[in-house]
C-alpha cells in the first residue's frame, strides 16, 4: 500500500522541507514504519542503516498504516481503541485521534484524502468516515468479516473483500450502496490496482490463489496458484500484496509458506519465490523498486529483499507481531 | 418431542429453499444452570442452536446472491427410538439435512432413521466414526480419538513421556481411557500406571479418591479421564509430584476457546457473544460449522436437487478460523481440522504440533486415517 500513489511529488516536497528545517534525522530520512500489534507502537527503521532507530507510540494494537495524499501524515488503524491516530511525520508525535468505528483492522483512503473507508469486521460494514472531523457519514452493510478495502483512482469506487462470504463487494462512493458481489476464492483478503486500473488482483488466504477481476465489467478474469516445492497448498496462506509502478511485477506474501512471490503480471507466472521470515504479511516496494520491505507476523521482524536477485538482504527484529510496513523516502 | 420453531423467515417465492431440522434432547441434562455454571472446559456452555443460528445468519450475504434460502426447524427428542422417529418425519416434511446435537446412541439411531445427511455436532464417540459408522453421518466436533491424539502429540512434542493415567467410574470414562491409552502407545509414550479414581469422602475409599495418594509414584505428566469433570476438576496443584495434569483438567484438547486469539477468531467468538450474551465455546464451533457447511452446500446447489445439495455438502472446504481449509473425511465423514489445545485462560498449542508429518495432510494425524479402514460402511 506504498510506493505507486500519484503523490511521490508532495513527498519530495516534503522531504525538502524537512532538510532545510535540519531536523535530527534530517539526514536519514528514508523510513520504513511497522505496526507492532501487542506493542501498541510502530517500530521506525533507518532504510540506509536498516536498523531500527525508535518507536512512536500509538493507540492500541495498530494494524493497517497509509501516508495521506500529501506525505505529511500517517494515519494508524487501532483494532482495540477502536480508533484511528493521526501521526505527523515531522514530529513523529501523534497529533490527533478520532473513532473509527468498531474493531477496524483495514481502511483506505479517497485520493483526495478527505474520506477513509473502514471496514467493520464484526458490523459487516463499510463505514466512510471524515478524516477531518473524524464523523462517520456512511454506513453500508456488506458480508460478515469484511478486510481488505481499496479505493479505485477515479475514487468513485470502493472493493471490500469479505472473508467468510468468499467474495468482493464492489461499493458505488456516490451511492453509498453495494453494486455488486463478486465470488473469489476461499477468504479473500488484500488488494492491488494495475496502474491502469483495469485488474484487481486479490489475495485468496485460504485457497493459495489470487483471483484478477476484470474491473471493467467487475467478472473474474484469471485465476493465479501458488506452488511452492516442498509445500502443500494448504500452508500456502497468500494476504500481502503489491504492484510494481509500471504495472509489470507483483509481489505477494505467502503466509505460513514463509516465502513471498514475485509475480510477473502479464503472464500471471511466479518468477521467483524468496525465503523471508515467520507467516510474511504486508509487502512494500521503495522509490527505487529495487528493495521490497517484508513484515513476517510470527516471527517479529522485517525481511529486506533485494529485487533483481530476488535474495533476503537482512532481517531486523521489529515490534510483536508486526502487521503494516510503510515507506516514507 | 415435536415442538417446532420457525426460526428463518420465509423468503420470497423464486427462491430454493432448504428446510433442515435441528434435534436436540428433551430436558437436556448438559444445560442445566447449575451444570453449566462449573462446566468443565469442553462441556457444553449453552444450546447448539445458538452458533447454528449464528452461521445462518452470516451465510445470508451469500445465499442471497445464489437466490437460495435456509429454513431451521428445532425438534426436541427424549430417546433414541425418538431420535429415529424425528428423522423419518423431517425427511417427510421435505428437510433436506439434519443437524444433531445427541447422545451417541441417539445420533445413531437418528442417522439410521433417515437416508438424509445427518450432521453429528455433538458426539464425541470414535465408534460413531468407526464399527457404527454411517454413509449420511458427517462429523463436526472432534471425535475422542482426535483429542487424544492431539495431547499424545503435545507431550511427545515436550517430551513429557511417562505418563500417570487416571480414569473415571462410569462405562464411557472406561471407553475414553482405552482410547487415551492407544494414543499413548501410538506416540511412542510410556504409560507408568492406569488408576482407576472415584469421587468419595469415605475413608475406607481413599485410595480411590485421595489425589495424593492417587499420584505417588514417578512420572512426567498425569492424564487424566473424567467425563462428569468434577474430580479432574480438583486434581491440578493436588498431585503428589509438582506435574501438570491433562486430559478433562489442565490441558485440555478442544474444537474452540473463547481465547483463541488468531486467524480471525476473536471476530467469529465476538459475533455469538453479540447473539447470545455468552462465551462462545467448544461445543459451539462444531454447531457453527455445521451453519457453514449448510449455507456453503445451498450455494453450491441453489437449485437443488436434494442430491446436489447432498454430494455439495459432503465435498464442502470450509473456513473455521483454525488457518486452514477443512473438509470431510470420505472415509469416515470426519471433518479434519486443527485442535485447540488449552488451559481454558489462553490457547497454548495447536495440533497437528510442528513437526508431525503425514504423507498427505498433517490433519490427518488426528484421529482414524483412511489406511485403517475403521469404517466399513463408507
Partial sequence: MTAQRPWASARSRLLGLVLALALPWASAQSTAYVSSEKDHAIAVLDLKTRSVTSTIGTCKRPRHLQLTPDGKQLLVACSESNQADVIDLATRKSVRRFALGDNPEAFDLSPDGKTLYVSQEDEGTLIFVDAASGKTLQNVPIGKEPEGVKVTRDGRTVYVSSEVANMVHVVDVAGARLLKNIKVGKRPRRFALTPDGSQLWVTNELDASVSIIDTKDQTVAGTLRFELKGARTSDITPVGITMSRDGKRAFVALGRANHVAFVDVATRKVSDLVLVGKRPWSVALDQAETTLYVVNGLSDDLTIVDVASAKALKTVKVGRVPYTVVLVE | ?378
Fill in chain 2, 1 to 378: 418431542m415435536g415442538i417446532g420453531l420457525l426460526l428463518a423467515a420465509v423468503m420470497p417465492a423464486a427462491a430454493a429453499n432448504f428446510k433442515v431440522t435441528l434435534l436436540t434432547p428433551a430436558d437436556d441434562p448438559r444445560l442445566e444452570r447449575a451444570r453449566i455454571e462449573r462446566a468443565a472446559l469442553g462441556h457444553p456452555a449453552g444450546p447448539a442452536l445458538d452458533a447454528l443460528k449464528v452461521a445462518m445468519a452470516e451465510g445470508r450475504f451469500e445465499l442471497d446472491a445464489a437466490g437460495a434460502t435456509l429454513q431451521l426447524t428445532q425438534v426436541e427428542v427424549s430417546d433414541a427410538a425418538g431420535a429415529k422417529a424425528a428423522t423419518a418425519k423431517a425427511e417427510r416434511d421435505g428437510a433436506v439435512a439434519l443437524v444433531a446435537d445427541l447422545p451417541s446412541a441417539w445420533t445413531l439411531a437418528a442417522s439410521d432413521g433417515t437416508k438424509l445427511p445427518v450432521l453429528n455436532v455433538g458426539a464425541a464417540a470414535d465408534a460413531l466414526r468407526q464399527g457404527d459408522c454411517r454413509r449420511n453421518l458427517f462429523h463436526l466436533g472432534l471425535s475422542d480419538r482426535m483429542r487424544n491424539d492431539a495431547l499424545a502429540q503435545a507431550l511427545t512434542a515436550r517430551r513429557w513421556s511417562h505418563v500417570l493415567l487416571l480414569t473415571g467410574p462410569d462405562e464411557l470414562d472406561r471407553e475414553r481411557s482405552a482410547g487415551a491409552q492407544a494414543s499413548i502407545k501410538r506416540y511412542g509414550l510410556k504409560l507408568v500406571a492406569n488408576r482407576p479414581f472415584k469421587l468419595s469422602a469415605d475413608p475406607r475409599e481413599r485410595e480411590l479418591a485421595n489425589t495424593l495418594l492417587l499420584t505417588q509414584g514417578s512420572y512426567d505428566v498425569v492424564w487424566v479421564v473424567d467425563s462428569d469433570g468434577e474430580f479432574a476438576l480438583t486434581l491440578p496443584y493436588r498431585t503428589a509430584l509438582p506435574r501438570p495434569v491433562v486430559g478433562d483438567a489442565g490441558l485440555v484438547a478442544l474444537a474452540w476457546s473463547p481465547r483463541f486469539e488468531r486467524f480471525g477468531a476473536p471476530q467469529v467468538t465476538r459475533r455469538l457473544s453479540k447473539a447470545t450474551g455468552r462465551p462462545m465455546d467448544a461445543h459451539d464451533w462444531p454447531a457453527w460449522m455445521a451453519g457453514k457447511a449448510l449455507v456453503a452446500a445451498a450455494v453450491a446447489a441453489p437449485k437443488g436437487p436434494a442430491a446436489a445439495f447432498h454430494k455439495a455438502l459432503a465435498d464442502v472446504e470450509l473456513d473455521g478460523s483454525k488457518g486452514v481449509s477443512m473438509s470431510f473425511r470420505a472415509w469416515d465423514g470426519q471433518l479434519r481440522q486443527p485442535v485447540l489445545l488449552s488451559d481454558g485462560r489462553s490457547v497454548i498449542d495447536l495440533a497437528p504440533v510442528d513437526g508431525v508429518m503425514h504423507p498427505k495432510n498433517a490433519l490427518d494425524t488426528l484421529g482414524a486415517d483412511a489406511p485403517e479402514k475403521l469404517c466399513k460402511a463408507r
